[in-house]
């Protein structure tokens, strides 16, 4: 096991882990910038370390002063949290000739599955169902001609990236070229590679996930889904599992499909396929993201299995102490992202200090946070700053207490999402989990 283990984020992620790691007796050492340095994640850490600037660029994403510090810290391990560095091919071959562990999977695996068309692709050959498209990337004409035979709608998607980053739909041929070029010089601007590809547009549509874990034995277990269909420009507001849309048949089905994603790379460690499920129940690979979850908060509270110290455990070669037959879940659960901005006003992001702070508690409510009262929320990064997640032995019994947490959940000083995520959850199509992605497109007020 890791003696001790840098973090390489910050926020609520980087708290999360800094308590996981205390729990396992293993010593953390955090970094932050300078608009970080009274985060909470700098001083609940053992050790702390100021690497640069502002800016992500200058600071959260300078590789090199991260592994500097670890290797003078002497720290065995980095973690990456989500998002920042987690998916970063690069990074994770930099830490590997460093000697020190990369606490995800191989670099190799996260350049597979980060190339989006070359992730199909490996899903096709695993028979995997994927969505009609394009067999890869594609010029503008070749995209074109590729669009027509699918048939319009088509999505023009970005090979890196993530984040909902580099997509355009395109309803018909006219809108297509201006598309094109939209969404090929946003992902070139994000992620340094212009390169799309060609995806039938499926609506309506479930955005359903498939928790993943895999150790170096072979073992490879899934945790069940979650329901990640309420989304904002392909950012997800709420989560929950399990999904009520899903018969066992299906839900069954999509777990083994799953499993034959991870073996088909060689999968190690935590990660979650992504999978759009259409009204008739057909469902079609996505993407995998090689990393920790945003909403991983939801499989730990139905399934009682700590993703994160197990994600630690896997990583320093410790086999798991469970199978597939001990995974049970247990009741209903769901998560809120509570992000700093005004939905009123175009979901403008909100910067300034916490004068009021009170987080809801009771049997089966977790809020994870980095907020504090006085601490000032930065404009430099993420709008999210905490997620509430309540657990309840039904669904209907998890909506009531995540309102009333809502309800109880007082932050002043910001502006933030609270009135919207109540409006969605009072939804009938919410309510009754008919749900899907285009719910907050055609408004929910």
Known sequence: MFHKILIANRGEIAVRIIRACKEMGIATVAVYSLADRDALHASLSDESYCIGGNKVSESYLNMSAILTIAQATGAGAIHPGYGLLSENAKFASLCEKCNIKFIGPSAEVISKMGDKDQARRIMKNADVPVIQGSDGVASNDEAFKIAKKTGFPVLIKARSGGGGKGIRRVDKEADFEKAFLIASNEAQAAFSDGAVYIEKFLHPVKHIEMQLICDDFGNVVTLGERDCSVQRNNQKQIEESPSIFLDEKIRQQMSKDAVKAAKAVDYRGVGTIEFLVDSQGNYYFMEMNTRLQVEHPVTEMVTGIDLVKWQIRTSAGISLAFSQNDVKVFGHAIECRINAENPDKNFMPSAGRVTLLHIPGGPSVRFDTALFQDYF???????????????????????????????????????????????ILSNSEFEDGTYTTDLLSRGVR
């Open 377 to 423: 929320v930065p404009p430099f990064y993420d709008s999210m700053i905490g997620k509430l997640i309540v657990h309840a032995a039904t669904r209907e019994e998890a909506i009531r207490k995540m309102k009333a947490s809502l309800c109880e959940l007082v932050i002043e000083g910001i502006d933030y999402n609270k009135d919207l995520l109540m409006d």
